[in-house]
C-alpha cells in the first residue's frame, strides 16, 4: 500500500519519536569524545549508587542496569559518569524544539505505570496530518527528523501510524538500528501482534495475570473474547484490548514549550585551565548554532555563565557587530574574551545561552571596493580590546550633559536603515576642536574679553557673544565650572584677518582656553 492510499483512508496522521537510553544519551550529546566508548550512568549517594542507564557499548561487554559500584569496579575500560537531570531537562527542551521544526503540534505523553525501560527513554509523538505538501510524504519526513535528531548527539527511532497509541507501542517495540516503521491504514492490529505486552507499559497486577494466562504479545491479547475479558479486569481490560489492537482513540494535547537557545554541561572534574574549557564550549556552541540555523537564524550574543568552586559565578557576555554562524569565530571571540577575563577559580559547570538574531546579508556590487571580513574584523577588534581595555574600543556616543568633551564608548552595532533624508538649507559653518584646549590670556573690561593672546598674537575683540555658564557632577572629582564666549576678533596689524573661536573660562582653576576655532 503506497502512502497516499494510507493518507486517503487515515484522517489522522502521527509520528513517534523513541530515544532508549536518555540519560546516557543525554550526558554523551556533548561529549562527542566518549561516544563511541562504553559508558555508563550511576544514579544515587554513595555506597548506595548503581547503573540506570548505558550505551550500546557498555551493554556488549556485560554491564547490565542495576550494577553497583563495586560490580562497576570490574570493568575498568567503561567509563562511568554521574547522572544528570540537568542535563536531562535540557536534551529533552532541545529534543521537543527539533520536533516543533516539523509540526506546531507536538505532544509528550506519560504512562501512569512505566517499566524501567521506559522511564530510561524519551518519547515524543508528532501530528503530522497535512504536512505532506510542506516537507513530503511521511516516510521522507521521517528520515529527515532522525537526520535532524542524529545531528544533535541522539540516536533515535520513528514510528508512524494513523492511531495515536499505535505509533507509541510500534516505538517502543522498535530495535534502536530500525530507523523508520510505517503501519499502512487499516493494519495496526497486525503490526502490533508479534509486540511483547511490554509496550503497554503495565502494572505488576496485570503483568502477572496475563503470564499466568499465558497472553505474551499483543497480538494474543487481541484475540481473546471483550466480554469475558471485561468481566474478569474491567474496563482496565477493554482499554488494553484496543491498545493491543490500534484502535483505541486518544485526545492529542500539544504541549507548548518557549525557543530558548542554551546549553547546560556540568564538568566530570573541576577545570582551571581554559584550554580543556573551550574544547567543552566548542561542542556546546555547534548545537546552539544548529539549532539556529534550523530556524534561518544566527548567533547575536553569547553569554557564558561558569558555576565556580565556593559557589561563585563567573559570566561574560560577547556580542559582535553582526549576528554570526561561524563556530570558529565564535569560539575565537570567546577565547580571547575569557583570556582577558579569567575565572578566578575551578569551574565545575557552565552554561551557554545565545541570543538568536537575524542572518547578515552582504550584497556587492561588481565594481565595489573590497571590505573587510566580519570574521577577521571581530577578531581584530576584541585583540584590541584584550590590550587597551574593553571601554577604550568601540565607536564615541556623546553624553547628555554640557560638560566638554563628554563622551561614552559603545560597542560597533550596525544601524537600521533609514528612508527619511533630512536636507537643510541653512548654510553652516565648520567647528574645529581643539584636543586639549589650548591656552590663552585675556583682558577684561566690564565683565567681557576685550582683548586676548593666542600663540603669540593679540586679537582685540569685535563681538563677544556669551556669557554661557555650564557646571555640574558636584559629587564626582572631575568637579566642572564653565564660562564659555563665542568671539569675532581681529588680530593687530593686520586689518584683514578675523579670527573667529570659542573661549572658555574654568571658573575653579580661574584660566582661559580656547576650546574650538571656527572657519
Not at 574600543?393 to 560638560?403: E, F, N, Y
Request: contains cysteine; hydrophobic residues 45%; negative net charge.
Amino acid at each position: 500500500m503506497t502512502m497516499a492510499s494510507m493518507r486517503e483512508k487515515s484522517a489522522e496522521l502521527y509520528a513517534c519519536l523513541m530515544a532508549r537510553e536518555f540519560p546516557a544519551q543525554a550526558l554523551l550529546r556533548l561529549r562527542p569524545e566518549l561516544r563511541n566508548l562504553p559508558c555508563a550512568v550511576m544514579q544515587g549517594e554513595p555506597p548506595l549508587q548503581h547503573v540506570c542507564s548505558l550505551n550500546s557499548k557498555a551493554y556488549a561487554l556485560g554491564v547490565a542496569p542495576g550494577m553497583n559500584r563495586v560490580e562497576m569496579d570490574t570493568f575498568p575500560s567503561v567509563t562511568v559518569l554521574p547522572r544528570s537531570r540537568a542535563q536531562e531537562s535540557a536534551a529533552k527542551a532541545v529534543l521537543l524544539e527539533c520536533m516543533e521544526t516539523f509540526s506546531p503540534r507536538v505532544d509528550s505523553p506519560g504512562t501512569n505505570h512505566q517499566s524501567k525501560n521506559e522511564e530510561r527513554a524519551f518519547l515524543c509523538v508528532l501530528d503530522i496530518d497535512g504536512t505532506e505538501k510542506l516537507l513530503g510524504q511521511p516516510d521522507k519526513l521521517a528520515t529527515a527528523l532522525l537526520e535532524r535528531v542524529q545531528a544533535l548527539g541522539v540516536v533515535a527511532c520513528v514510528a508512524i501510524s494513523g492511531n495515536f497509541h499505535a505509533a507509541v507501542c510500534l516505538a517502543k517495540g522498535m530495535p534502536p538500528e530500525a530507523g523508520v516503521a510505517v503501519i499502512p491504514a487499516g493494519e495496526e492490529s497486525t503490526a502490533l501482534a508479534p509486540l511483547p505486552l511490554a509496550v503497554l507499559g503495565l502494572c505488576e497486577e496485570q503483568a502477572e495475570t496475563f503470564s499466568l494466562w499465558g497472553i505474551r504479545t499483543l497480538g494474543m491479547l487481541a484475540a481473546l473474547p471483550e466480554k469475558d475479558l471485561i468481566a474478569r479486569m474491567g474496563q482496565e481490560g477493554k482499554r488494553l484490548r484496543s491498545l493491543a489492537q490500534g484502535n483505541l482513540p486518544h485526545l492529542f494535547l500539544p504541549v507548548e514549550t518557549a525557543f530558548t537557545l542554551e546549553e547546560r554541561m556540568e564538568l566530570d572534574f573541576p577545570v582551571e585551565l581554559l584550554d580543556p574549557l573551550l574544547f567543552v564550549i566548542s561542542t556546546m556552541l555547534e548545537q546552539l548554532i544548529l539549532r539556529a540555523a534550523a530556524r534561518t537564524l544566527a548567533l547575536a550574543s553569547v553569554t557564558v555563565t561558569l558555576s565556580l568552586q565556593g559557589g561563585a559565578a563567573h559570566t561574560r557576555t560577547v556580542r559582535p557587530a553582526l549576528p554570526l554562524t561561524d563556530r570558529q569565530l565564535w569560539l575565537k571571540l570567546l577565547h580571547l574574551d575569557l583570556q582577558a577575563h579569567p575565572p578566578p577559580a575551578a569551574v565545575l559547570s557552565l552554561t551557554l545561552a545565545a541570543e538568536p538574531g537575524s542572518t547578515s546579508k552582504v550584497q556587492l556590487g561588481l565594481f565595489s571596493p573590497q571590505v573587510p571580513e566580519p570574521m577577521r574584523l571581530e577578531v581584530t577588534l576584541a585583540r584590541i580590546r584584550a590590550i587597551v581595555g574593553e571601554d577604550r574600543v568601540g565607536r564615541a556616543v556623546l553624553q547628555d550633559t554640557h560638560q566638554p568633551d563628554s563622551f561614552r564608548m559603545e560597542p560597533f552595532t550596525i544601524p537600521a536603515p533609514s528612508n527619511v533624508e533630512i536636507v537643510s538649507t541653512q548654510p553652516a559653518s565648520a567647528l574645529r576642536q581643539l584636543r586639549p584646549p589650548e591656552a590663552a590670556t585675556v583682558t577684561l573690561r566690564d565683565c567681557r574679553p576685550e582683548t586676548f593672546i593666542f600663540h603669540g598674537k593679540k586679537y582685540a575683540v569685535e563681538h563677544a557673544y556669551g556669557p554661557w555658564l555650564t557646571s555640574g557632577e558636584w559629587w564626582n572629582p572631575e568637579l566642572w565650572e564653565l564660562e564659555q564666549w563665542d568671539l569675532v576678533a581681529r588680530a593687530k596689524n593686520e586689518d584683514d584677518a578675523l579670527f573667529c573661536c570659542c573661549l572658555a573660562r574654568d571658573l575653579l582653576r580661574d584660566c582661559w582656553q580656547v576650546m574650538a576655532l571656527y572657519d
